[in-house]
C-alpha cells in the first residue's frame, strides 16, 4: 500500500502540478510516491498516477487507462471499509467528480490538483509519461514549462524482467519451455517503458535541470536520494517512516530461465550503451 498525502482542501482551486516523476515502470516510482507521500509540502492524488498526456498523446493507451480511472476510485473505497474507517465526504465526491462528465483536457486536469493544499506542490506520478513521443513531451513543456521532473532509472534488463513477472501475473500466466519465455522476452511491450535511448534525450532537451537517480541508489542511499529529491523538489527535509521497505516488489518465483535472460542482455545491450555516454560510467555502475 502506497501512503498518498493525507492532507486535503475541498476548497482547493484548480492548479497545474509542480513536479512529475516520469517513470520509469519497476524503477522506483512507487517508492517515492511512499515516501514523498508522507512529506506536508507534497500532495500526490490518492489514486497517484494521473495517465493525462499519455492519454492524449499515446492512443494505445487508452483502454486501460479507462480501467484505471473505473477501479483506482473504488479500491480507494473498498480499503476504506477494509479498514472499518468512513471515507471523507469530500474524498468520496472528489473521486465522484473526476472520473464523471469530460475527462482528459486542460480544466480536469487541474482540478485532479484542487485539492492540495496552498503551501504544498502538487505532483503527478506517472512513469507512462516517460514514453511520450517528441509531440508529447513539448506539450508537457508547454503546459507546464516550470515543472520540475525527476526520472528513475534501472538497469534495462532487471526492469524488463520485473515488468515481465508482474504483467505475467496480472494475466496469470506461466510460460512452460524455454522457447516459451523466449517469445516472451522479445515481446516489444517489454521496450516501451524502457527505451532509455530514445526518452531521456527527450526530456533532457526540454527540462535539462531534471533530476535522474539510479535505481540502486534507493536500495543503498536511500537517505541521500530524499535529500536529492528534496533539494530538486525545493521542499523542507522529511522524516519518512519505512525507507529502506520496498513497495510492490515481485513476489519469488516465476523467473526466466537464463537462456531468456541472456537474450535479453544481447538485444537491451545497446541501452547500456546509450545511458553510459549521456550519464556515465559512475551512473551506470549505479543502476541495479
Same mark, same amino acid.
Given at each position: ?5 493525507p492532507a486535503f482542501d475541498p476548497d482547493g482551486p484548480p492548479r497545474k502540478p509542480g513536479a512529475l516523476?516520469?517513470?520509469?515502470? %519497476?524503477?522506483?516510482? +512507487? ?16 489514486? %497517484? ?8 498523446? =499515446? ?5 486501460? =487507462? ?11 473505497? $473498498? ?40 503551501? *504544498?506542490?502538487?505532483? !503527478? ?8 513521443? /517528441? ?10 514549462? %516550470? *515543472? ?11 526492469? *524488463? ?10 494475466? %496469470? ?12 522476452? +522479445? $515481446?516489444?511491450?517489454? !521496450?516501451?517503458?524502457?527505451d532509455y535511448a530514445a526518452y531521456l534525450p527527450r526530456w533532457q532537451a526540454r527540462y535539462p535541470d531534471m533530476l535522474v537517480i539510479p535505481f540502486g541508489l534507493i536500495g543503498t ?8 529529491? /528534496? ?9 519518512? +517512516? $519505512? ?21 535479453? /542482455? *544481447? ?22
Amino acid at each position: 500500500m502506497i501512503t498518498i498525502s493525507p492532507a486535503f482542501d475541498p476548497d482547493g482551486p484548480p492548479r497545474k502540478p509542480g513536479a512529475l516523476c516520469i517513470g520509469a515502470q %519497476k524503477a522506483g516510482t +512507487s517508492w517515492l510516491a511512499q515516501m514523498l507521500g508522507q512529506h506536508p509540502q507534497v500532495w500526490i492524488p490518492p489514486f %497517484k498516477e494521473v495517465q493525462y498526456f499519455n492519454h492524449l498523446h =499515446i492512443p494505445e493507451h487508452r483502454r486501460w =487507462i479507462a480501467w484505471h480511472y473505473r477501479n483506482k476510485p473504488q479500491e480507494i473505497r $473498498n480499503r476504506h471499509a477494509a479498514r472499518k474507517v468512513d471515507l471523507p465526504p469530500e474524498l468520496d465526491q472528489y473521486l465522484t467528480a473526476v472520473t464523471s462528465g469530460k475527462m482528459f483536457h486542460n480544466q480536469w486536469y487541474k482540478r485532479v490538483f484542487a485539492p492540495a493544499p496552498a503551501h *504544498a506542490i502538487p505532483m !503527478d506520478f506517472t512513469p507512462e509519461y516517460s514514453g511520450l513521443p /517528441e509531440d508529447g513531451v513539448q506539450a508537457v513543456r508547454d503546459f507546464l514549462p %516550470k *515543472a520540475r521532473v525527476i526520472y528513475l532509472i534501472r538497469h534495462p534488463v532487471d526492469r *524488463a524482467i520485473s515488468q515481465l513477472r508482474m504483467n505475467l501475473r496480472r494475466e %496469470k500466466r506461466m510460460p512452460e519451455t524455454v522457447d516459451d519465455w523466449l517469445a516472451e522476452v +522479445s $515481446n516489444p511491450v517489454l !521496450d516501451e517503458r524502457g527505451d532509455y535511448a530514445a526518452y531521456l534525450p527527450r526530456w533532457q532537451a526540454r527540462y535539462p535541470d531534471m533530476l535522474v537517480i539510479p535505481f540502486g541508489l534507493i536500495g543503498t542511499q536511500p537517505a541521500a536520494v530524499m535529500d536529492a529529491v /528534496e533539494a530538486h523538489l525545493g521542499i523542507g527535509p522529511g522524516l519518512y +517512516s $519505512n525507507l529502506t521497505q520496498k513497495v510492490f516488489a515481485n513476489p519469488a518465483g516465476l523467473m526466466p530461465p537464463p537462456e531468456a535472460v541472456t537474450a535479453l /542482455e *544481447a538485444r537491451l545491450a545497446p541501452q547500456i550503451d546509450a545511458l553510459r555516454d549521456m550519464l556515465g560510467q559512475d551512473f551506470v555502475d549505479q543502476i541495479r
